[in-house]
């Protein structure tokens, strides 16, 4: 009896995320009747997108056992960019490709920098964030950007009753879910971000496949920017900070490892999404005071993360006293 | 010969580096060289150096410390509460004295708690300070409704000004955490096992270093650190704010990597993190000085940063072999 | 001929790591390569491998001029090499182990996606191959320590090769688990392929191979028909010189007093355990892989929890054990993984050495008497006979495995234990450094100290201990006197409990 009680806790402690956020669903679906509604899904979704698309490419990068620090920058950058180029007339297809391509700039530049230099992750990253940054309020002229409304019509744009913003969402984890489960590409992602030197002894091109990676969260940090501020409609010269933090924060919530190899986007990385957007949500449905949110939003992080380390350490102990889980 | 060239002198490079650059200015920049500009310099360099050395020391034993600005924020809305006349809690003279302890304890309190997440319960630190930053950054807006706190007492907002012996005062204060510090991980068996648990933590452990407690000193220790920059920076702004430290984190971190300390643990020096420190303030003044708006400034850090990288610890094991 | 060393050359900057050999491998036949660390038996073999390249001579495949400019092109030629340490990832599948690189595709809608359901196909046809019943999606990290080495051994087999290198093989697995790859490469060799086969253990060499190729300092001692060696005269090739009595004597003096005392020691698996360790006394244990020896040893160290047990030390019961107390009462410990647990393998030989002593040479204000720790753990080192160049500056990195098992061991005799606990001293390191060792614990135990000794290694229990404890499954299977002291009657207590087998 005590064993089975045990594997129930052991498995709900597994899934400390999942267990969170139903407490988090019950509980805001009992303070507010509306929480549940078809149209709150929606904005959810919407609020989420933003965020969701960033932490999906962030996932990449952690998996191979860096980090990123830029997005937020790249967010901004392509915020500005874009707005100053639609602003200047050009048209919006023109804008948009632009941002793309200096996403994945900055996303080569982190990789060649990681790969070639050699330079741990979390430096080569801190300083092009930097870079980014200040290249971002260089164009800006430091003052905040308000964008005409041909961009805010992307922003609520529908297709079949589903914004915009959600639909580039779901095409972004689909594509990651299917990369990383579904190509050799995903699955040397894994077994670099568990060891590089087996995986250069096993025949896998390390430097590429970390090239990819930092290039993908590149991309998906421009996108993300896109999106962010299609909804906002203008880009403050404080756009995108701590971006990085949020989506690291999201992603590691999901399930996903600091230390390389494990993780997921599909369902980990979009979870850990849903679960930060649902309390921040779930706070303006019960019209909380907002400065409470980020103290909520970080909480929650700081407790899951205790309950997974928490269950590790007593693994641990079981693994060495030679019980194994199946 | 090439290699060990630029391995023995890739953490002294910051070193030549500030001083050249320091050199360079005197003749470039307008009104660098001048008595002023020196002070203001100084003014600059002590609450990030002092931070910036909290940092070191959780860095050394291969954590990290991220919530440093909540700390600086939650110790600066404590100090405004407990010293402002409009509060009035304290009379005027204790108000001070309580008001600095105040703001001590509660930098080495949050340090405490981040030091016993990572030690006692194993979690990450990048996680732990990730979320306290979050936290406590909210906190202190919550409390405050991001209003800021004034009317501090003069002696305290007249600190930072006064002096002892013609020497300003915050001098004293500098030079007392450097020489704290230098003498803890030089001289002492505490820096001993810092550097021994940066270097192997399961290692120090069975031949018994007091893994834990060492842990949580660090932690708390940066939170101290924290909180004296708090003090600087709060007795300058005549203003306990929510907010304030926000942005100071990179520089904080990217003063200590440019000294050479390894995110790897293990490395590390004071007397480079001085340096490192003194470099960020010292490029902030200069392209000041020139005029160059502070979006260059940013580009300029970014690229010295990575230019530190190439030279010192922080790339040896960047491929990891595990 | 299937391959043929001709005068092979190697060094490293200026130092020759081989000078001249000559070597033939045919198919169908198993050859042992033995010699000491630093031999060059992995230089041999790493050139074979295409792992690194060879500085003159030559080698000839099937009469054909063979060098290979990397693992990938030996592995072409038809060269596996299975590495002492698995090159697996314990986060992937088996099928995704065995297909990392060339994964079976299949096209959908124009994209490259993984053919899961050949690699499938493909992955239980060579598992079955080496007789490894499980499924292919089966996570690495699921498998025993002899499954993993099944797989990786599959992985080999996969490429279709004519030589097979097994470097160490059997260092994780269990004697019955060994005996299985035995079979296997005797099965591999009565199919035609040659095997070569490294280990240090010299009982499995002599059992399994058909010749042995003896090298030291470079050179080839000798080379011939495994029924021509005995192991004496294996290991006096080995080491060059007569070593005389291998494991020093020393005669047996019981106090007849306890030091340690442990009664009821449980945690999973393990126990209860109930022995004593007399003072003055080398009590060895012995006992497989999977026993519970080190498992058992580290939570009377208190590096891991137990669930139950009383500890008695001189007479006093413990509470809360852990490291820092148990040094305050003079008991050391050298565990098992020098490099994870031993060593800080970046930082100097000094500070390694320093490392424990610290708190004994602390003046006020926690200051360190640098100057008398320095002059202790140099004078201490230099009594274990480590061998350095520069004794502060030095990183123990740059040393040979014996001598950093020496700084571990000089790190722990610098505290002066009255109990050293030692659990495999002597793993991986050279004959040399072994009996200087051997020699160190004889003269600790002359002064009065206790040892505790787990090793897989019967000789050396047998020509060390007073006693020996032998554990099976986590309990204490028999305990021997000294003049009970038997090699088959130890390992039948090893095996007394049937092992559970997974494979």
Redesign the interface.
């Known amino acids: 009896m005590k064993w089975i009680t045990n594997k129930t806790v052991q498995s709900l402690l597994h899934h400390s995320t999942f267990v969170l956020f139903a407490i988090v669903l019950t509980v805001f679906g009992l303070l507010s009747q509306s929480f549940f509604s078809f149209q709150n899904l929606i904005n959810v979704l919407t609020q989420a997108s933003s965020l969701g698309i960033i932490a999906t490419g962030m996932t990449f990068v952690l998996l191979t056992a860096g980090i990123d620090l830029s997005v937020g920058s790249i967010m901004f950058l392509a915020g500005v960019i874009s707005s100053k180029m639609v602003v200047a007339g050009f048209p919006l297809w023109m804008a948009f490709s632009v941002v793309l391509a200096v996403g994945i700039l900055f996303g080569l530049m982190n990789g060649f920098l990681v790969v070639r230099a050699k330079i741990v992750p979390f430096i080569v990253t801190l300083a092009t964030f930097y870079m980014g940054r200040g290249l971002g309020l260089f164009l800006s002229e430091t003052r905040a950007i308000n964008l005409p409304d041909s961009f805010l019509k992307i922003g609520s744009t529908q297709f079949f009753g589903i914004p915009f913003p959600i639909i580039a969402f779901v095409c972004v984890v689909v594509i990651g879910h299917l990369l990383l489960t579904k190509t050799v590409f995903g699955k040397q992602v894994y077994a670099v971000g568990h060891s590089t030197l087996k995986s250069k002894k096993a025949g896998i091109k390390v430097n590429g496949i970390l090239l990819k990676a930092y290039l993908i969260c590149g991309l998906c940090a421009s996108i993300g920017g896109l999106v962010a501020i299609s909804q906002l409609g203008a880009v403050s010269p404080t756009f995108g900070l701590q971006s990085e933090f949020m989506a690291i924060a999201a992603a590691v919530l999901g399930g996903t490892s600091l230390f390389g190899g494990k993780g997921t986007v599909f369902p980990g990385t979009l979870v850990g999404v849903l679960l930060v957007q649902c309390i921040q949500n779930g706070l303006v449905m019960v019209n909380a005071d907002p400065y409470l949110y980020p103290l909520i939003t970080g909480g929650v992080i700081f407790l899951v993360v205790l309950i997974d380390s928490l269950r590790h350490l007593q693994q641990q102990k079981l693994k060495r006293w030679g019980i194994h889980q199946k | 010969m090439k290699a060990s060239f630029f391995k023995t002198s890739g953490a002294a490079s910051i070193i030549y580096l500030c001083l050249g650059y320091y050199i360079v200015m005197a003749f470039v920049a307008p009104g660098f060289f001048t008595v002023n500009n020196t002070w203001n310099l100084l003014y600059n360099l002590l609450p990030l150096l002092v931070i910036a050395i909290g940092q070191t020391f959780v860095m050394i034993t291969a954590g990290i410390d991220?919530s440093i600005t909540s700390i600086i924020a939650v110790t600066s809305i404590t100090g405004g509460y407990l010293m402002s006349s409009d509060t009035a809690i304290f009379d005027s003279p204790e108000s001070l004295i309580f008001g600095v302890l105040g703001m001590l304890l509660v930098g080495i309190s949050i340090g405490t708690l981040n030091g016993i997440?990572v030690a006692r319960?194993?979690?990450?630190a990048?996680?732990?300070t990730?979320?306290?930053?979050?936290?406590f950054?909210?906190?202190a807006?919550?409390l405050t409704?991001?209003q800021n706190i004034y009317n501090l007492p003069e002696a305290f907002v007249n600190m930072p000004y006064s002096s002892f012996l013609g020497i300003p005062t915050p001098v004293y204060l500098g030079v007392i955490v450097l020489g704290l510090s230098y003498f803890l991980l030089n001289?002492?068996?505490?820096g001993?096992?810092i550097?021994?648990i940066g270097?192997?933590v399961?290692?120090?452990?069975?031949?018994?270093?007091?893994v834990a407690r060492i842990i949580i000193f660090v932690y708390a220790f940066s939170g101290f650190c924290a909180a004296i920059g708090a003090i600087f920076y709060t007795a300058r702004l005549e203003t306990g704010s929510p907010v304030m430290g926000q942005n100071i984190l990179?520089d904080v971190?990217?003063a200590v990597?440019i000294g050479g300390t390894s995110?790897f643990g293990?490395k590390g020096k004071i007397i480079w993190t001085f340096f490192g420190a003194f470099f960020m303030v010292l490029l902030d003044n200069s392209l000041n000085l020139m005029s160059l708006?502070?979006?260059?400034?940013?580009?300029v850090?970014?690229?010295v940063?990575?230019i530190a990288?190439?030279l010192n610890a922080?790339?040896e094991?960047?491929?990891?072999?595990? | 001929m299937l391959l043929e060393f001709k005068d092979i050359h190697k060094s490293f900057g200026e130092v020759a790591v081989l000078k001249g050999i000559r070597l033939a491998l045919e198919t169908g036949s198993v050859l042992g390569l033995v010699g000491e660390n630093g031999a060059g038996k992995s230089t041999l073999m790493n050139i074979l491998g295409g792992i690194v390249p060879l500085s003159s001579g030559k080698m000839e495949l099937s009469g054909k001029v063979y060098s290979p400019d990397s693992p990938n092109d030996a592995q072409t030629n038809g060269i596996a090499f299975i590495h002492q340490e698995l090159n697996l990832f314990p986060n992937l599948s088996i099928a995704e182990n065995l297909f990392i690189v060339n994964f079976p595709k299949k096209k959908v809608m124009g994209c490259h996606f993984l053919d899961r359901k050949t690699a499938r196909e493909k992955t239980e046809k060579i598992l079955s191959q080496v007789g490894l019943d499980v499924s292919p999606n089966m996570p690495v990290a699921n498998l025993t320590a002899a499954q993993r080495q099944m797989v990786e051994i599959a992985k080999a087999l996969s490429t279709n090769p004519k030589i097979v290198i097994f470097d160490e093989p059997t260092t994780s697995l269990t004697r019955h688990e060994a005996q299985k790859l035995f079979n296997l490469i005797r099965s591999l060799k009565n199919e035609g392929l040659a095997i070569v086969f490294i280990s240090h253990n010299l009982d499995d060499v002599m059992q399994l191979t058909d010749h042995i190729a003896v090298l030291r300092d470079g050179e080839l001692i000798a080379h011939d028909e495994t029924t021509s060696y005995t192991i004496p005269t294996l290991v006096n090739l080995m080491i060059g010189r007569d070593m005389g009595d291998f494991i020093p004597r020393r005669d047996t003096v019981t106090s007849g007093e306890t030091c340690l005392e442990v009664s009821g020691l449980k945690a999973g698996y393990i126990g209860p355990l109930d022995f004593s360790i007399e003072k003055g006394e080398v009590l060895g244990f012995y006992g497989l892989v999977g026993a519970g020896r080190s498992e058992m040893i580290r939570m009377v160290y208190g590096l891991d929890p137990m669930e139950m047990g009383t500890l008695r030390w001189n007479g006093r019961k413990m509470h809360n054990l852990n490291p820092v107390k148990w040094i305050k009462q003079g008991v050391a410990f050298l565990t098992e993984n020098r490099q994870d647990e031993g060593l800080m393998i970046d930082q100097t030989i000094a500070k390694n050495v320093q490392l424990a002593v610290l708190p004994r040479y602390t003046k006020s204000l926690n200051r360190v008497d640098y100057k008398e720790v320095g002059k202790r753990s140099r004078a201490q080192a230099d009594a274990v006979n480590t061998k350095y160049q520069n004794f502060t500056t030095q990183v123990v990195s740059t040393l040979s495995g014996g001598n950093q098992q020496k700084v571990v061991l000089a790190k722990w005799l610098l505290t002066k234990p009255e109990l050293l606990i030692l659990d495999e001293p002597t793993k991986g390191i050279d004959i040399g450094a072994k009996h200087e060792i051997y020699t160190l614990i004889n003269a600790l135990v002359k002064s009065g100290s206790s040892t505790v000794l787990i090793s897989s290694e019967i000789e050396e229990l047998l020509g060390l201990c007073d006693r020996i404890i032998v554990m099976s499954e986590g309990r204490i299977s028999r305990e021997f006197k000294k003049e009970e002291f038997e090699r088959s009657a130890i390992l039948e207590a090893a095996l007394h409990h049937t092992e559970e087998e997974v494979l």
Request: proline share 1%.
């Open positions: 991220l997440a319960f194993g979690m990450p990048f996680m732990v990730l979320t306290t930053m979050m936290l950054s909210g906190l807006i919550w409704q991001s001289k002492t068996l505490l001993e096992w550097y021994a270097l192997n399961e290692t120090s452990r069975i031949s018994g270093v007091k990179l971190i990217g990597v995110l293990g708006s502070f979006f260059l400034i940013m580009i850090k970014g690229s940063i990575l990288a190439l922080n790339r094991k960047s491929l990891r072999t595990t």
